[in-house]
């Protein structure tokens, strides 16, 4: 955990910061495993560069038993060889997990974390604070500009922003980095999750994320989705809050799950699910024989684009005559992943609307 804090914590304890979570979910990770017989290592290595948050991360540190901690107080540009040298000495069959989860955009030059995005095997989740980033990257000041240049690690994502303006401009920004990231190391796969301001219909950051396998997909795609429903009761909550505060009024609260249709998320999963839809047909069209684990990857890379939707997709082509799927055997009802099933054009004739 590259910006470990913590910040903003309620609990004495820590029980809400973000490296308590953390070596929390892994304790329990470790557990799971040990009673299928495998007993894993943790070792986790935690960086804090201000004073007062690193007294806490090292008190947290010092109590905690069932993992290996490490914690250094250093920025993290300055410490990219010592995580490096972290992993190293954990064997031959480490895996680590790279956290990098910053307050803006400085501090992770692409440059600079290369080496740390390059270890293989390994995987990158990183915080992209869009909002911040969105507001200043056509900036003229001269020392934002150089910060977004070491960000991105290229003036280009000027040229393929410049005429964009709204969420076309804030998609192509991230698309961008996720570009930057895909090849500086060497990822097979990179996807995004979109978070929301809790009060406000903008966004707050995306998540990016970056891995070598296809299962590293299906299981940050599976936590979007429970992460989106989440959030989105949050985010009722906190606006009914705000209301309540302005009116001095209290509202009936409903009991189920909340309702998001016509609202600000509901307009944001069409937008990807159309560009989704858009991207996979292109695919198929260009290629004319698309397999499905192509398909997949290339629907799932969007936000709040879930695998359902790819397979309605292909039934709704299946049905209208433009495709048909191949290598399935007769028990096979939908196509899978890394199984030989392909998808046959029959027709470029096929609208693509969601």
Same mark, same amino acid.
């Given at each position: 955990?590259?910006?470990?804090?913590?910040?903003?914590?309620?609990?004495?304890?820590?029980?809400?910061?973000?490296?308590?979570?953390?070596?929390?979910?892994?304790?329990?990770?470790?557990?799971?495993?040990?009673?299928?017989?495998?007993?894993?290592?943790?070792?986790?290595?935690?960086?804090?560069?201000?004073?007062?948050?690193?007294?806490?991360?090292? !008190? /947290? @540190? =010092?109590?905690?038993?069932? +993992?290996?901690? %490490?914690?250094?107080?250093?920025? &993290?540009?300055?410490?990219?060889?010592?995580?490096?040298?972290?992993?190293?000495?954990?064997?031959?069959?480490?895996?680590?997990?790279?956290?990098?989860?910053?307050?803006?955009?400085?501090?992770?030059?692409?440059?600079?974390?290369?080496?740390?995005?390059?270890?293989?095997?390994?995987?990158?989740?990183?915080?992209?604070?869009?909002?911040?980033?969105? !507001? /200043? @990257? =056509?900036?003229?000041?001269? +020392?934002?500009? %150089?910060?977004?240049?070491?960000? &991105?690690?290229?003036?280009?994502?000027?040229?393929?922003?410049?005429?964009?303006?709204?969420?076309?401009?804030?998609?192509?920004?991230?698309?961008?980095?996720?570009?930057?990231?895909?090849?500086?190391?060497?990822?097979?796969?990179?996807?995004?999750?979109?978070?929301?301001?809790?009060?406000?219909?903008?966004?707050?950051?995306?998540?990016?994320?970056?891995?070598?396998?296809?299962?590293?997909?299906?299981?940050?795609?599976?936590?979007?989705?429970?992460?989106?429903?989440?959030?989105?009761?949050?985010?009722?909550?906190?606006?009914?809050?705000?209301?309540?505060?302005?009116?001095?009024?209290?509202?009936?609260?409903?009991?189920?799950?909340?309702?998001?249709?016509?609202?600000?998320?509901?307009?944001?999963?069409?937008?990807?699910?159309?560009?989704?839809?858009?991207?996979?047909?292109?695919?198929?069209?260009?290629?004319?024989?698309?397999?499905?684990?192509?398909?997949?990857?290339?629907?799932?890379?969007?936000?709040?684009?879930?695998?359902?939707?790819?397979?309605?997709?292909?039934?709704?082509?299946?049905?209208?005559?433009?495709?048909?799927?191949?290598?399935?055997?007769?028990?096979?009802?939908?196509?899978?992943?890394?199984?030989?099933?392909?998808?046959?054009?029959?027709?470029?004739?096929?609208?693509?609307?969601?």
């Amino acid at each position: 955990d590259c910006f470990s804090g913590p910040w903003n914590v309620r609990s004495e304890k820590l029980q809400d910061s973000s490296f308590y979570v953390a070596a929390n979910e892994l304790r329990r990770a470790k557990s799971t495993h040990k009673s299928n017989g495998r007993d894993i290592r943790l070792r986790c290595l935690f960086l804090e560069s201000a004073s007062a948050p690193y007294q806490q991360l090292l !008190r /947290f @540190a =010092e109590e905690t038993t069932y +993992a290996e901690i %490490k914690t250094l107080k250093a920025e &993290f540009e300055d410490s990219v060889d010592d995580v490096v040298s972290f992993v190293r000495a954990g064997g031959r069959g480490s895996f680590p997990f790279v956290f990098v989860d910053p307050t803006g955009w400085t501090g992770f030059a692409l440059d600079v974390i290369a080496p740390l995005l390059q270890l293989n095997p390994g995987e990158v989740l990183i915080n992209f604070m869009t909002g911040h980033i969105v !507001r /200043f @990257a =056509e900036s003229s000041d001269a +020392a934002i500009q %150089k910060s977004f240049n070491r960000l &991105f690690g290229t003036i280009d994502y000027r040229s393929r922003i410049q005429s964009l303006s709204g969420k076309d401009r804030e998609d192509e920004l991230v698309r961008c980095y996720m570009d930057a990231i895909r090849e500086t190391g060497g990822f097979k796969h990179v996807c995004a999750a979109i978070v929301l301001h809790p009060e406000k219909d903008r966004t707050h950051f995306h998540l990016i994320y970056a891995t070598r396998n296809l299962k590293g997909v299906e299981v940050f795609k599976q936590v979007e989705k429970k992460a989106m429903e989440v959030m989105e009761k949050a985010r009722a909550d906190a606006q009914q809050r705000r209301r309540e505060t302005k009116t001095g009024q209290a509202e009936f609260a409903f009991d189920g799950p909340v309702s998001c249709a016509g609202s600000h998320y509901e307009q944001l999963r069409d937008r990807y699910l159309r560009a989704a839809k858009d991207h996979v047909w292109a695919l198929l069209t260009e290629r004319q024989r698309l397999l499905f684990e192509h398909a997949w990857v290339g629907a799932l890379q969007f936000p709040l684009v879930w695998e359902s939707d790819l397979k309605g997709w292909i039934e709704e082509w299946k049905s209208a005559g433009c495709i048909r799927l191949e290598g399935l055997s007769s028990s096979d009802r939908v196509p899978k992943r890394e199984m030989g099933h392909w998808l046959v054009l029959l027709s470029t004739s096929e609208g693509t609307d969601a």
